[in-house]
């Protein structure tokens, strides 16, 4: 599969404890993005990389949540001190414009499912 | 930062009908406006997408219309089969000068009956 991939598929865990999240986007796809998505609302923006870059973060993220991009690849999303409220679908996306100033179509991953217990 | 409005928030109609989903955004800036469609326990899929440049965008039964002026665009489906059921996103984005991240709505939920 060619796709952004997102590993896990699922993860519950105990509130107050630490999670890791990666996503691998399409190859050569420059721009990841890190959604959130709770039941019956669209994809919320949390994080954007631009190469390894982290360009832009919501207000929605609080210090708990950090994200990486080493060496413009692979990203990476920790939630620390898990709370119930972080219980969501959590998605990757990835995109390539055809110029620098260009918007194209954003690739989603699976995505991966937390729960907080 | 941008906003996108998206309504109704259900839909549903009898096979064959025509299905319209309507969305607002705020952002003047913004220039393009990708559609997704997301089936039960998938990811979100692009269906059809238009840039500002363009007022309408036809993809078989799919059509898209923007209002820059109004600031809103729209989603038609016709003809509309029972496998069209599924979330359908807006989303609004902005290009150079601003931050290439698509700002989505809620969704609209679409049922088709047979």
């Known amino acids: 599969d060619t796709g952004v991939s997102q590993d896990p598929r699922h993860k519950i865990t105990k509130r107050g404890q630490n999670v890791t999240f990666r996503c691998d986007p399409i190859?050569?796809?420059?721009?990841l993005y890190w959604y959130r998505q709770t039941l019956g609302q669209g994809p919320e923006f949390l994080t954007y990389f631009q190469n390894e870059a982290q360009l832009e973060k919501s207000r929605l993220l609080s210090d708990r949540f950090s994200a990486e991009r080493p060496k413009g690849s692979f990203s990476t999303l920790e939630i620390q001190r898990t709370e119930q409220g972080d219980s969501a679908m959590y998605l990757c996306?990835?995109?390539?414009?055809?110029?620098?100033?260009?918007?194209?179509?954003?690739?989603f991953g699976q995505g991966t499912r937390l729960t907080v217990v | 930062g941008e906003n996108v409005e998206q309504h109704p928030s259900t839909l549903s109609v009898q096979e064959g009908d025509s299905a319209v989903i309507k969305c607002t955004y705020s952002?003047?800036?913004?220039?393009?406006f990708p559609w997704y469609k997301q089936e039960l326990g998938k990811r979100p899929q692009l269906i059809i997408d238009i840039r500002s440049n363009v007022g309408e965008k036809k993809d078989q039964r799919i059509a898209v219309t923007l209002n820059k002026t109004a600031k809103h665009f729209s989603l038609h489906i016709t003809e509309t089969q029972p496998e069209d059921s599924a979330v359908y996103f807006c989303a609004a984005s902005k290009g150079s000068g601003g931050s290439y991240i698509p700002t989505f709505g809620r969704g609209t939920s679409l049922i088709v009956h047979p």
């Open positions: 996306a990835s995109s390539s414009p055809y110029s620098i100033a260009e918007n194209t179509e954003a690739f």
């Open positions: 190859s050569e796809h420059n721009r």
């Open positions: 952002d003047s800036a913004s220039n393009y």
